[in-house]
């Protein structure tokens, strides 16, 4: 059991926008940052966005992110085949003496 | 550019210990901590602790206290993670990921391949 909470799927047609949400608490998303994070199958996780709604270098613009209270989202928009993956979102976590949580995760399909 | 290279895959017996190792390059090795994340097959990710490569101070998450232990040796660049009495739900994906600055807040930028761990009699 995860401590964000994210749909376990999702799924979109080429061009179309899709949207993943990460429900968290006070103690992380509520006071923290969110990250988001792609896997494609087979490989490590690769950073997509950063303090909720920053793009590192070389991330397409059609993803952004988002965040209110203790959710966030994440929305792809013009949807590609590529995008096919999981997407994990992630924050510190103030309780415990600090320590980072995980969103299960969202397998993105491309139809 | 920074990389982070890790062992290679092991197998296990239950009971047994496994040490991965991740040897870092194109940045100051002690200039960041680094973080352990595990994921079981079919699984999400789980954050396991970090290690401060300066100090070698380490903060373990709740639920691996007492089986997880994080060393580094900065004469190499290399940290180290052993996992002991091992479970077959040990079995797993196990990453190192540096932290993108000096503390455990600091997100995870740079990621390992991955080091896959199976444990099976």
């Known amino acids: 059991q995860s401590v964000l909470t994210q749909p376990p799927s999702a799924s979109g047609t080429p061009g179309q926008r899709v949207t993943i949400s990460c429900s968290g608490s006070s103690s992380n998303i509520g006071s923290n940052y969110v990250y988001w994070y792609q896997q494609l199958p087979g490989t490590a996780p690769k950073l997509l966005i950063y303090?909720?709604?920053q793009r590192p270098s070389g991330v397409p613009d059609r993803f952004s992110g988002s965040k209110s209270g203790t959710s966030a989202s994440l929305a792809i928009s013009g949807l590609r085949s590529e995008d096919e993956a999981d997407y994990y979102c992630?924050?510190?976590?103030?309780?415990?003496?600090?320590?980072?949580?995980f969103g299960g995760g969202t397998k993105l399909t491309v139809l | 550019q920074v990389q982070l290279v890790q062992s290679g895959a092991e197998v296990k017996k239950p009971g047994a210990s496994v040490k991965v190792s991740c040897k870092a390059s194109g940045y100051t090795f002690t200039g960041y901590y680094m973080h352990w994340v595990r994921q079981a097959p079919g699984q999400g990710l789980e954050w396991m602790g970090w290690?401060?490569?300066?100090?070698?101070?380490?903060n373990y998450a709740q639920k691996f206290q007492g089986r997880v232990t994080m060393t580094r040796d900065t004469s190499i660049s290399t940290a180290y993670m052993e996992l002991s009495r091992l479970r077959s739900d040990d079995t797993a994906v196990y990453y190192c990921a540096r932290a993108t600055a000096y503390g455990p807040a600091y997100y995870m930028d740079v990621w390992g391949k991955g080091t896959t761990v199976t444990v099976s009699s």
């Open positions: 303090r909720n709604n």
């Open positions: 992630a924050a510190w976590d103030d309780s415990l003496s600090g320590h980072w949580v």
């Open positions: 290690i401060n490569p300066n100090s070698g101070g380490t």
